[in-house]
Antibody, heavy 127, light 107 residues
Framework: QVQLVESGGGLVKPGGSLRLSCAASGFTFSDYYMSWIRQAPGKGLEWVSYMSNTGKTISYADSVKGRFTISRDNAKKLLYLQMNSLRVGDTAVYYC????????????????????WGKGTTVTVSS | SSELTQDPAVSVALGQTVRIRCQGDNLRSYYANWYQQKPGQAPVLVIYGKSNRPSGISDRFSGSSSGDTAYFTITGAQAEDEADYYCNSRDSSANHLFGGGTKLTVL
């Protein structure tokens, strides 16, 4: 079945680095944009980054720009998030999600949504 | 800056209808999506686009919009609908945007 499984979370000191992975299965990974979203303890969802299916288009939230790097390996069906210069405020559950796009040709409408989510991996930044 | 605003908490009596609101300028350009999140679980997409439900999602759930506001409606709320609900859309740079979430309590 369609599935995303994150890994790589853990405890790291401020200023440290961590690389998260997201393994995809059950769908043609190379057809889809992919996103990382995080959720700090007791807080709401925050989009972090996305990458196009080819890897040519990338975007980051201002809060992580210059510190985090998204990448993917379509042959291995893996999405990555390299996190450097980590801060206490980066403590969160990190989810990967599949970006989907649908065109309604009758109504001439386009929909963008994240339809498959992993269970998340926990990153704790603390001294 | 772009943002989506949701009421922090809403309650509904069992079996009644509840509407959750999401407001933002970007909703004039993009439809809102809605996600349900129960404690300790990942978010689940429940409504996307105008009012589309992914396979397996209850038909008690629906969506609508008017101007800069999107609405998520549960008709005949059940105990299992108690959860956090997040709206999501895009900003002017086509980046994802989430509302702050609404905690739904079923009384």
């Amino acid at each position: 079945q369609v599935q995303l499984v994150e890994s790589g979370g853990g405890l790291v000191k401020p200023g440290g680095s961590l690389r998260l992975s997201c393994a995809a299965s059950g769908f043609t990974f190379s057809d889809y944009y992919m996103s990382w979203i995080r959720q700090a303890p007791g807080k709401g969802l925050e989009w972090v980054s996305y990458m196009s299916n080819t890897g040519k288009t990338i975007s980051y939230a201002d809060s992580v720009k210059g510190r985090f790097t998204i990448s993917r390996d379509n042959a291995k069906k893996l999405l990555y998030l390299q996190m450097n210069s980590l801060r206490v405020g980066d403590t969160a559950v990190y989810y990967c999600a599949r970006d989907n796009e649908e065109v309604n040709q009758v109504l001439y409408e386009r929909y963008f949504y994240m339809d498959v989510w992993g269970k998340g991996t926990t990153v704790t930044v603390s001294s | 800056s772009s943002e989506l605003t949701q009421d922090p908490a809403v309650s509904v009596a069992l079996g009644q209808t509840v509407r959750i609101r999401c407001q933002g300028d970007n909703l004039r350009s993009y439809y809102a999506n809605w996600y349900q999140q129960k404690p300790g679980q990942a978010p689940v997409l429940v409504i996307y686009g105008k009012s589309n439900r992914p396979s397996g999602i209850s038909d008690r759930f629906s969506g609508s919009s008017s101007g800069d506001t999107a609405y998520f409606t549960i008709t005949g709320a059940q105990a299992e609908d108690e959860a956090d609900y997040y709206c999501n859309s895009r900003d002017s740079s086509a980046n994802h945007l989430f509302g702050g979430g609404t905690k739904l309590t079923v009384l």
